[in-house]
Nanobody
Framework: QVQLVESGGGLVQAGGSLRLSCATS????????MGWFRQAPGKEREFVAS?????????YYADSVKGRFTMSRDNAKNTVSLQMNSLKPEDTAIYYC?????????????????WGQGTQVTVSS
């Protein structure tokens, strides 16, 4: 059974940092491009970051988080992380981890096959 479980969300003041993790099981993890998406109340789920399958040599970031967020993967532990620095109130959302089989870039929701349940991030001003 495939599972993606996010953790690390919480409440933080603007300018602070959080580190999200996504633990996976039931996947041939190294063969999946991994992504982070977020959804704020009343808004569409939007792309945040992705990391290429196998080596993780290629990452993509939404313009809104570029320079502040860093995504990484550990194929030995079947996990991905999202380090979020200089957080802003507009970063407040539920953050979702997603997996897409051998995708090249994967910035679109429909490129992902598997999703986690999400973790809440709240940034206070």
């Amino acid at each position: 059974q495939v599972q993606l479980v996010e953790s690390g969300g919480g409440l933080v003041q603007a300018g602070g940092s959080l580190r999200l993790s996504c633990a996976t099981s039931g996947l041939t993890f190294s063969m999946y491009t991994m992504g982070w998406f977020r959804q704020a109340p009343g808004k569409e789920r939007e792309f945040v970051a992705s990391i290429s399958w196998r080596s993780g040599a290629t990452t993509y970031y939404a313009d809104s988080v570029k320079g502040r967020f860093t995504m990484s993967r550990d194929n030995a532990k079947n996990t991905v992380s999202l380090q979020m620095n200089s957080l802003k109130p507009e970063d407040t959302a539920i953050y979702y981890c997603a997996a897409g089989w051998m995708r090249l870039k994967a910035t679109m929701k429909n490129e992902y096959d598997r999703w986690g349940q999400g973790t809440q991030v709240t940034v206070s001003s």
